[in-house]
């Protein structure tokens, strides 16, 4: 049976990543960051990295990971998510760490133990957008050399390591090598920036030669963990505008003692509820294998993506004026929120896989 509730460690894990951010990530500093070009928080990144080693959550021992399980990962993303937090973590140390996992080779295992320190971030080179299943024709391989380009590739700003694929395999290419050229994007979340990578006979490294394995698998985890960090996000939106309309008083009397505000904000709150269920279901099934992973990933994409939303655009709302302005940080949560509703598949895509895996038909 499925385990919802956070155990003791997970508990104490949540406590120290919350801690080191509410040290190192205010939201002050994080909207100074994103008017610069320089979105990334690299100090940040080292922190959770060296000081906390969370980069090899994912990552055996013998190949110098911490060999814990996706449950710990979630609790991490739900934190980093409740502080959009400018790091490549979803990317790096979860998908592109994810696709490695399945990767026979010498050349799959150093590189899985460079993400585990932290000191490399991979970056697989697949659209923002793009969903497992999908088949990858952008790039080809010829004689070694890779040829073509990717866009809306999120975080490639920060990449050491692109992981790319092809019709012949998956390959990794180094970003500071001639060939590989990574130009920013206009993006609508600058806490997670999008970027196109283009490659000119770049070299690479052979990974695998099943790359639909490889890219699925790590599609399916960024989904379904995906889903703890949009449970952070809507877990700061509710608390904050309780907080808010607590505070903030009308005709003498707080505001958030008026019903319709009451019966919004329960609204709400119902949701999450029910989206952490869903996201600690996705993140045990990943972790055991137990409960269809595939079925879980959809299932809790389908239901935390468009709750993330609501919950963004209902702050908003009831901050009023507040939540209109530059100086707020409510901004960066609705477009992490609207961003992440269409990263690894739309709410409907999710849909549509679940009524295919449960042979449920159309009407």
Excluded at 193 to 218: E, I, K, N, Q, Y
Aim: proline content about 4%.
């Amino acid at each position: 049976m499925t385990d919802l509730l956070y155990s003791e460690e997970e508990e104490a894990l949540r406590s120290a990543v919350r801690g080191l951010l509410a040290d190192h990530c205010d939201a002050a500093a994080v909207i100074a960051r994103c008017e610069t070009d320089q979105p990334h928080d690299r100090e940040l990144w080292k922190a959770l990295t060296d000081g906390m080693g969370l980069a090899g959550l994912l990552v055996p021992e013998e190949l110098g990971g911490q060999g814990a399980a996706h449950r710990e990962a979630a609790v991490v993303l739900e934190e980093l998510g409740r502080a959009v937090a400018p790091v490549p973590y979803l990317t790096s140390a979860v998908v592109a760490t994810e696709a490695l996992l399945v990767c026979d080779g010498d050349a799959a295992a150093e590189l899985l133990t460079a993400l585990a320190s932290g000191r490399t971030v991979g970056v697989l080179a697949v659209p923002l957008s793009a969903a497992a299943g999908q088949t990858f024709t952008d790039v080809r391989e010829e004689g070694g050399a890779l040829h073509g380009s990717v866009t809306g590739v999120a975080d490639a700003a920060a990449a050491d390591v692109l992981l790319v694929p092809t019709a012949a395999g998956l390959f990794a290419a180094d970003v500071a090598q001639d060939g590989v050229t990574v130009t920013a994007q206009t993006s609508l979340d600058p806490t997670r920036p999008l970027a196109t990578v283009t490659f000119d006979a770049a070299r690479a490294r052979a990974l695998t030669s099943d790359t639909d394995l490889a890219v699925r698998m790590g599609l399916r985890a960024g989904a379904g963990l995906l889903a703890s960090e949009q449970l952070g996000l809507a877990e700061w939106c509710l608390t904050e505008t309780v907080r808010h309309t607590k505070e903030r008083h009308q005709f003498n009397r707080p505001v958030g003692s008026f019903q319709a505000l009451k019966h919004r904000l329960a609204q709400v709150w119902l949701e999450v509820v029910n989206t952490r269920a869903a996201a600690r279901h996705a993140a045990d099934a990943l972790a055991t294998g137990s409960d269809e992973p595939n079925l879980a990933s959809a299932l809790a994409q389908a239901y935390a993506a468009p709750v993330a939303v609501h919950a963004a655009e209902e702050a908003l709302q009831l901050h009023g004026g507040i939540g209109m302005t530059w100086e707020h940080p409510l901004h960066l949560y609705l477009k992490r929120a609207k961003a992440d509703s269409i990263a690894f598949g739309t709410a409907g895509r999710h849909r549509d896989e679940l009524a295919a895996l449960l042979d449920l038909q159309a009407p």
